[in-house]
């Protein structure tokens, strides 16, 4: 019986390969000196978060400089010291 829950853990388990949720958003503030973004943003289904308004720090990866309020966006999220970080954005077309 054990090794049938392990092996359901493991089946269950999100692979290293797994592709990257993407999340899309509409920019509502934009501060660069404190890296941090307002999005209202759709559900993002990977952390289990319904569609909402929330400011968002930004990895030192991603550069705000090239958005403004409105832009129409997608992004995604790691969660690093119980902290949610946008580690990658990019404006829609």
Do not use: Q, Y
């Not at 392990?6 to 934009?30: D, F, N, Q, Y």
């Amino acid at each position: 019986m054990k090794n049938w829950i392990l092996m359901g853990a493991l089946i269950c388990a999100a692979p290293a390969w797994a592709a990257v949720e993407w999340t899309r958003g509409s920019i509502v503030k934009v501060e660069p000196d404190k890296a941090r973004v307002t999005l209202k943003h759709r559900r993002i289904k990977s952390i289990g978060m319904e569609a909402m308004t929330m400011p968002f720090k930004v990895t030192d990866g991603v550069t705000l400089a090239p958005f403004k309020v409105g832009d129409r966006v997608r992004f995604t999220v790691v969660e690093k010291d119980d902290h949610l970080l946008i580690d990658a954005l990019e404006k829609l077309k």
